[in-house]
């Protein structure tokens, strides 16, 4: 980049993240189908697809880290809003990936979940991956409406998972389900509530 970032540059490089935004969608229902059906594969799925996305988001990344290095554009309004959206954007995959984890150990182990925590874990495995095929319109589109329905429903589902941890904790022992699906479901909850802040982060990196 010769000159600063342009805003309707900046537009731009968004649209061009959307197929990425994408990978963390299709991450989210692999991850879905490891946790409900034992799949392996499906976990290998994710590692795929989480290594497609790094390799897709580095040259978004140089090209930020070249233009801040030029004299004058260091306090670039959009160059620094486009580092802060893909750092988020990272962040926010990084913790998609992490899911394995619990999800893995789930398998291993053979724990059982309570049907009320069952069901609560893929009800947000699907309002996630709503609000990230929102994120792509709003890539799109700068819809304000729509970025205020992202920041009010991620919010409210952040601290439903806060909430939900800390009422788990509280019955942990009258909670039916093996003993091993209990930090596991914790664990889970730690890691959605991480993957909404950062979505939040995303959106508000936009304004």
Known sequence: MNEAMTEKAFRDRLQALCPLVDQGRLMLGAARHAFNRHSRAELEEMARLREE???????????????????????????????????????????????????????SQGAIFADKAFFHVNDLFSQQMGLLRALVDIFKTDDASLKAYVLNEGQSLKESCFQDAAEHSARILDSPGHPESWSLYLHLLDLFREIFAQLLNIVKSLD
């Not at 306090?75 to 999800?103: C, F, W």
Request: glycine share 8%.
């Open 53 to 107: 996305f790094t390799l897709d988001l580095d040259p978004f990344f140089l090209e930020v880290e070249a233009g801040l290095k030029k004299g004058g554009e260091a306090d670039n309004l959009y160059l620094t809003k486009l580092q802060a959206v893909l750092s988020h954007l990272e962040l926010m995959i990084d913790n998609i990936g992490r899911l394995a984890d619990p999800i893995r150990q789930k398998s």
